[in-house]
């Protein structure tokens, strides 16, 4: 089943505990993609990748990190988590984005809810 | 500014048409528009997108005005499952999307 996974799907943890939240697609997708959800603000993209070593900054990249080093795997990490990024975080992910687009359509996975206390 | 201008909330009686309004007026001219839902706290679910043409599929129809300032997703019966927040979304940059507020469609029964 074509899928986007992410782990874990909830986490309490404390203010400064590094942690990482896998994300993982099996459709041999090129973009990859974090974005967060937060009460009245919608979904804002943190980080975004077009393939395997390339990432950039979305709207909101202060206090993560992402890395591809493979094209399956986009995990985020939050070197030092904060209670403002306390947040619903989802994985997306597509064929590809191109200036001629058509295989944008972007697939979520079920979304991880993070508590920074 | 707003990439995308949508309703935060509406109202829709059960087996009647919902018609959600997305005002885009800054999109760009082989942008295409792209509508999702979700439901609860699930991740987005993808619905339709169109360039130009309207554009039909089992799940709605989308109804791109001529200058492509905005546009309509329509759900021709909805049901009490299509309560959900729906985004029309566009790109920001070549890489980049903006998905906004959304609005959160109630289907009364």
């Known amino acids: 089943e074509a899928q986007v996974t992410q782990n874990p799907r909830y986490l309490i943890t404390v203010t400064g505990k590094k942690l990482t939240v896998t994300c993982s697609q099996n459709m041999n997708h090129e973009y990859m993609s974090w974005y967060r959800q937060d009460p009245g603000l919608g979904l804002r993209q943190i980080y975004y990748s077009m393939n395997v070593e390339v990432t950039d900054k979305g709207d909101v990249p202060e206090g993560y990190k992402v890395s591809r080093k493979e094209k399956r795997n986009f995990p985020l990490i939050l070197e030092s988590p904060s209670p403002n990024q306390t947040s619903l975080y989802f994985c997306?992910?597509?064929?590809?984005?191109?200036?001629?687009?058509?295989?944008?359509?972007?697939?979520f996975g079920p979304g991880t809810r993070l508590t920074v206390l | 500014d707003a990439k995308t201008t949508q309703p935060p909330s509406m109202d829709c009686a059960e087996g009647r048409a919902a018609n959600l309004p997305c005002n885009h007026s800054t999109i760009s001219g082989n942008e295409y528009v792209y509508w999702y839902r979700q439901i609860h706290s699930q991740g987005p679910q993808y619905i339709i997108h169109?360039?130009?043409n309207n554009e039909t599929n089992e799940m709605a129809s989308l109804i791109i005005t001529e200058d492509r300032k905005s546009s309509t997703l329509i759900l021709p019966h909805a049901t009490l499952r299509d309560t959900a927040v729906y985004y029309c979304i566009v790109r920001v940059t070549g890489n980049q999307f903006y998905f906004g507020t959304g609005t959160s469609l109630t289907v009364i029964p």
């Open positions: 169109g360039l130009k």
């Open positions: 997306a992910s597509s064929l590809r984005t191109s200036v001629s687009p058509g295989e944008d359509t972007q697939y």
